[in-house]
């Protein structure tokens, strides 16, 4: 028998067939009633030309032209006393459903129940936190899932290709995400016994031996459900739940030249955004989500020139919980937690050292995080302006520069300074820390960062026998909130507890510091 290219969809268990497709924007028929429980679809072919012929030509030809086919096979069947529907998709057609019908992670699931750790050739992953970051890896060989970079805490995988490892799938490659795909010698006759042990193995749990971290954060898809969430949101928001919903700048900016924000043209400019007033920013009291998702955020320069803006939506960060599980809104996406995976998250996060140095606050005064590292430095007795030297080159790329830290303390601890403004500029803050943190234990880096402080008049340089164990490093953050402990989003905590994780293991001490906005 011949291979076919199967990929195959799991319907949810509640969606009827009449609801399966998105018949407003395609016009599927039926192509074939196979049998009482297979039904074939189509989307009416045409042969048309193809676009770039007439674009970049400038000409038509009988001679060239293209069809996209599109049919789906839809195959209902009772498995353990349960009807499902597997919609088995060709050509084109991954496109005619409508929204939240589809089984997530169905493809996934099956993949990673029937592989073991180290058979992986290929994954597509998003990083979450800060800019969502979708990325593809693959291997020339299979490999273990680590030596992909892959970061437990931080990456959602979203497709997973690997070999499989028994004969369940004629040990064959195999691709799952919300689908899943595989060259095998099945067709029409014997696809039932085949969808069968597709979701027998779809149901199994052995992922969880090596995988299970994949049920600790996953986006939420559902059209229905983000917009319950959103619901809830808005209902937080007019009972004043500032404790959970805060707004950020969604990536990461300079702030040399920035004066603040504003959220319509009548509004002063605030050095920070502010959900309170964006909020009172609004001509009508608060009642459904499309009056902030119709508004913006202005960004202006010292000039008052407006330099930029980013959706009202996407600038908000909540965590909220519903009937005891817990949700967050990053970047303008919604996410499911696992509750046990953020108590662990949050557990952690509390058990890093605090500071007990005395920092003094941030005031008003103050123009920029520039001016409240001159005042720092200035009044803690021997510390070095050390932001004063600017940035040093590492790795031979005229690109690559990082600043060694803010301040230095005569204790030796290496503070690091950042607003609070957001998932983006709290990564971007951690990462600082940790690639300095890294590139100190560097013989030549550390030649070229006492040069500088010796050009800046500095009578302090970091000795020959340098020993990480003798260095604290402390990452401030600059809050609104007069509390011990920074008031961070989640995914900022999952990026500080990899940050602690790998300055640790550099031989550094790790201390956090809240440093209070006044």
């Known amino acids: 028998m011949a291979k076919n290219k199967l990929s195959i969809y799991l319907i949810k268990e509640e969606i009827e067939e009449d609801k399966i497709f998105d018949k407003e924007k395609n016009n599927v028929e039926i192509l074939k009633k196979h049998s009482d429980n297979k039904t074939s679809y189509f989307v009416p072919t045409y042969i048309h030309p193809p676009v770039w012929l007439k674009n970049f030509f400038e000409m038509d030809s009988e001679k060239l032209r293209q069809a996209n086919a599109r049919v789906v096979l839809l195959d209902k069947l009772t498995i353990d006393g349960k009807q499902r529907i597997f919609a088995i998709v060709f050509g084109y057609a991954k496109n005619l459903f409508a929204e939240d019908v589809l089984e997530e992670q169905f493809g996934l699931k099956i993949v990673l129940n029937s592989v073991d750790i180290n058979s992986i050739r290929k994954i597509s992953k998003i990083s979450i936190g800060s800019n969502q970051k979708h990325s593809q890896e693959q291997m020339p060989k299979t490999a273990n899932i680590n030596e992909f970079g892959f970061d437990l805490d931080r990456d959602l995988i979203t497709t997973v290709t690997a070999k499989c490892k028994d004969d369940s799938f004629e040990k064959a490659n195999i691709t799952g995400g919300d689908i899943f795909s595989l060259l095998t010698e099945v067709n029409l006759e014997n696809i039932d016994n085949f969808l069968i042990k597709c979701y027998k193995k779809y149901q199994e749990n052995k992922y969880k031996e090596n995988f299970e971290w994949i049920d600790n954060i996953k986006e939420i898809k559902s059209k229905k459900e983000k917009e319950r969430l959103d619901e809830i949101l808005v209902s937080y928001i007019i009972d004043n739940r500032w404790d959970c ?3 950020s700048i969604p990536e990461i900016i300079s702030w040399e030249g920035i004066r603040g924000f504003k959220y319509t043209n009548n509004d002063d400019i605030d050095d920070d955004v502010s959900i309170e007033k964006f909020i009172d920013s ?47 809104l990053n970047n303008g996406k919604w996410y499911f ?22 920092f003094i606050d941030y005031s008003e005064s103050m123009k920029n995080e520039d001016d409240y590292n001159e005042s720092l430095a200035d009044s803690l007795e021997g510390a070095y302006l050390i932001h004063k030297i600017g940035e040093i080159p590492f ?14 303390s005569s204790n030796n601890e290496l503070i690091h300074i950042k607003k609070n403004m957001g998932s983006s500029q709290l990564s971007h803050l951690f990462n600082q820390a940790t690639v300095s943190a890294e ?50 989003p989640f995914f ?14 550099f031989g550094y001490n790790v201390e956090l510091k809240n440093i209070k906005k006044i």
């Not at 990082?402 to 230095?408: G, K, L, R, T």
């Open 395 to 408: 790795g031979g790329g005229t690109g690559n520069k990082i600043e060694v830290c803010d301040v230095m």
């Open 439 to 488: 590139l100190l234990l560097d013989k030549s880096f550390r030649k070229r960062v006492n040069d500088k402080m010796k050009e800046c008049g500095f009578d302090k340089s970091l000795p020959d026998n340098f020993k990480s164990s003798n260095y604290t490093i402390i990452i401030g953050i600059i809050n609104k909130y007069n509390e011990d402990r920074p008031r961070i």
């Open 282 to 328: 609004l001509k009508n009291d608060l009642t459904n989500i499309e009056q902030i998702k119709r508004r913006k955020v202005y960004m202006y320069d010292i000039n008052d020139d407006e330099v930029g803006n980013w959706g009202a939506y996407k600038c908000i960060n909540a965590e909220i919980e519903v009937d005891d599980k817990i949700y967050c």
């Open 337 to 358: 937690i696992n509750k046990d995976y953020s108590q662990k998250i949050e557990k952690e996060y509390q058990e890093i050292k605090l500071s007990t140095i005395k």
């Open 245 to 247: 919903i805060c707004m």
């Open 492 to 505: 900022s905590k999952v990026a500080l507890r990899y940050t602690v994780k790998r300055i640790t293991n």
